[in-house]
């Protein structure tokens, strides 16, 4: 088994600026993740708010982020956590390929996208299907598309999609929650049509999806598409963290000022946290302080 004073779970920005911020301090640490580093800034289009970045694509600033850790030594390694357990003041991770101990863990998983459930979504997953516009927007060249969903990212997919398809449907379900200038941008483009109050009841096709059954004001109606945007809900990744009994609201893990849990020695930052604001921003100094106290924790172990 393979020792470290902190293990790092997830490899977004929150999970990549923790891992700096411990390897700056000396300490042994590695971060894991199922997907390549970067996490959900791979499928960012294009970042406007980020200080001293703007309008970065998110590939560009994940591998600026991944360049700058592995300058400094961190160690960043494929793992699908499956668990984690304490036993005295050590952490056991593991994953599908090995298991690591830690005086400390820091989870920085982010979120995943929730299914609505709905006929036809599974059914059609991959074949019109899509929870990522930048992975598969391009496909979709020429065509018509719906984006369903009410917060940022399905703003920021949408307008990127305005770019790539010959018309977006924008079916959201609650009054949009974006800013203003991107509600403008989205607004402003001549191929986005927006239905409010909108619900996606099935998604119909043959071989591939060719439309949508949605209800809007209590009337149903379908819309012909080539495919379907589903960025709607939302869940927390940390299902891997059920035998420590972290204290959690509907998965979301609560932490304090410190970003400690409840459980000594186990940090969180990022999206995976109940909190009101997900952006890379606070994402990034949530990091900053849960690796500070990681580090204090561990040398308190050790005097």
Do not use: W
């Not at 499956?82 to 005295?88: D, T």
């Not at 709905?118 to 598969?136: H, M």
């Not at 790539?164 to 509600?183: I, N, R």
Request: glycine content about 10%; charged content about 25%.
């Amino acid at each position: 088994m393979k020792e470290f004073d902190c293990v790092v779970v997830g490899a977004g920005i929150a999970g990549i600026t923790a891992g700096i911020y411990l390897k700056r301090s000396n300490l042994s640490c590695i971060v894991l993740d199922k997907d390549a580093p970067g996490g959900k800034l791979n499928n960012i289009h294009r970042i406007d708010n980020y200080p001293g970045t703007p309008k970065i694509a998110g590939p560009e600033l994940a591998m600026a982020l991944v360049n700058q850790a592995m300058e400094l030594g961190v160690n960043l390694d494929y793992g699908a956590v499956s668990e984690v357990k304490k036993e005295g003041d050590l952490f056991t991770v593991v994953t599908d390929i090995d298991s690591y101990q830690a005086k400390s863990v820091i989870i920085t998983t982010g979120i995943e996208n929730k299914k609505l459930g709905v006929p036809g979504e599974d059914k059609f997953n991959g074949k019109g299907v899509s929870y990522c516009a930048t992975c598969d927007g391009n496909f979709f060249k020429g065509k018509k598309v719906v984006v369903y969903g009410f917060k940022d990212h399905a703003v920021e997919d949408a307008i990127y999609l305005s770019g790539l398809a010959s018309d977006v449907y924008v079916l959201a379900p609650e009054a949009l929650q974006t800013t203003e200038a991107h509600q403008n941008e989205l607004l402003g483009a001549a191929n986005v049509q927006l239905f409010e109050n909108a619900k996606i009841l099935e998604i119909c096709g043959d071989t591939v999806v060719k439309s949508v059954r949605y209800e809007k004001d209590g009337v149903e109606a379908e819309l012909d598409t080539d495919a379907v945007f589903q960025l709607y809900g939302e869940k927390s990744s940390s299902m891997f963290l059920s035998s420590l009994g972290v204290d959690s609201n509907k998965g979301f893990i609560k932490v304090d000022s410190g970003m400690c849990t409840n459980v000594p020695g186990l940090y969180a930052a990022g999206d995976v946290l109940d909190k009101r604001l997900r952006q890379l921003v606070n994402a990034a100094g949530e990091a900053s302080v849960a690796a500070t106290m990681a580090i204090a924790y561990v040398h308190s172990l050790k005097k």
